[in-house]
C-alpha cells in the first residue's frame, strides 16, 4: 500500500517554481524517496529521488525535512509542459524496487 | 536513461479472447520487472512482480490465472491476459529495475491500452 499523502491538485503559473509537497511520516530509515510524473496517456517519468539530503539535477530540486518525515519536489520554472500528474512514492523497505503508488498531485501550469 | 518499450500500444479485442503484452528492456538488463494496471483517472496498482527464470508474484486480489506472466529472458516479460472482459478494459504499464543503479531506480514503458469489447 501507499505510503504517502499529497495534495490533489496544485496550479502553478508558467514560469513560477511550482513546490509540489509530500507526506511520508511512516518512512523506515532506509527507505527512499522517488518522484515520477505522469504525462495524459504515458508511461511514468522518473524527476529524482533521494534518502536523507536534499538533491537536485537538470529537471527539478527535492528538499527532504531532516525528520525525513516530508519532502518537497521543486519545479524551479515551470512550463506548460510540465502540467502532469506526479507521484511521489516511498519504496518499500523489504521488496526492492516495488513501488506502490498514491493518488498524486495533479499539477496544473497556466499560462 | 534506461528505455523499457511494449508492443503493441494498443489492442482491441473481442470478449473471451486472449491478448498478449510484450515488455522489452532495451539496453539493459531486467532481472525483475513490474506489470501495473491503471484506469481512467486513477493511479498505477502493481498487479505482479515478474523474475526471470521463475515464477511471479502476484499482488493480493490479482488472479494468477487470469493474468499469465512469462519472463523467459534478462529482457522481455509477457503479460498474458486470458478470457478478456470489458471490465478488463484498462492501461496496462509495465517497468523495469536497473539493479546497478543506487537506490533502484525504475524505468516504466509507454504503456497498452486496452480495449476489450
Known amino acids: 500500500d501507499a505510503k504517502t499523502t499529497q495534495p490533489t491538485s496544485m496550479d502553478c503559473a508558467e514560469g513560477r517554481a511550482a513546490n509540489l509537497p509530500c507526506n511520508h511520516s511512516?518512512?523506515?530509515?532506509?527507505?527512499?524517496v522517488y518522484w515520477y510524473r505522469q504525462i495524459h496517456s504515458q508511461g511514468p517519468q522518473y524527476i529524482i529521488h533521494?534518502?536523507?539530503n536534499n538533491e537536485t539535477n537538470e529537471m527539478a530540486s527535492l528538499i527532504i525535512t531532516e525528520d525525513r518525515k516530508s519532502s518537497t519536489l521543486i519545479l524551479p520554472h515551470a512550463t506548460l509542459r510540465d502540467t502532469a500528474v506526479y507521484y511521489c512514492?516511498?519504496?518499500?523497505?523489504?521488496?526492492?524496487?516495488?513501488?506502490?503508488f498514491g493518488s498524486g498531485t495533479k499539477l496544473n501550469v497556466k499560462p | 536513461g534506461a528505455v523499457v518499450s511494449q508492443h503493441p500500444s494498443w489492442v482491441i479485442c473481442k470478449s473471451g479472447t486472449s491478448v498478449k503484452i510484450e515488455c522489452r528492456s532495451l539496453?539493459?538488463?531486467?532481472?525483475?520487472m513490474f506489470w501495473y494496471r491503471q484506469f481512467p483517472k486513477q493511479s498505477l496498482m502493481l498487479m505482479a512482480t515478474?523474475?526471470?527464470?521463475?515464477?511471479?508474484?502476484?499482488e493480493q486480489g490479482v488472479e494468477k490465472d487470469k493474468f499469465l506472466i512469462n519472463h523467459a529472458s534478462l529482457t522481455l516479460s509477457t503479460l498474458t491476459v486470458t478470457s478478456a472482459h470489458p471490465e478488463d478494459s484498462s492501461f496496462y504499464i509495465c517497468?523495469?529495475?536497473?539493479?546497478?543503479?543506487?537506490?533502484?531506480?525504475?524505468?516504466f514503458g509507454p504503456g497498452t491500452r486496452l480495449t476489450v469489447l
Open positions: 517497468s523495469a529495475g536497473d539493479q546497478g543503479l543506487a537506490g533502484g531506480e525504475q524505468f
Open positions: 511512516t518512512i523506515s530509515g532506509n527507505e527512499y
Open positions: 533521494g534518502l536523507k
Open positions: 512514492i516511498v519504496r518499500a523497505e523489504y521488496n526492492f524496487n516495488k513501488f506502490y
Open positions: 539496453d539493459f538488463q531486467a532481472t525483475t
Open positions: 515478474s523474475n526471470e527464470g521463475s515464477k511471479a508474484t502476484y
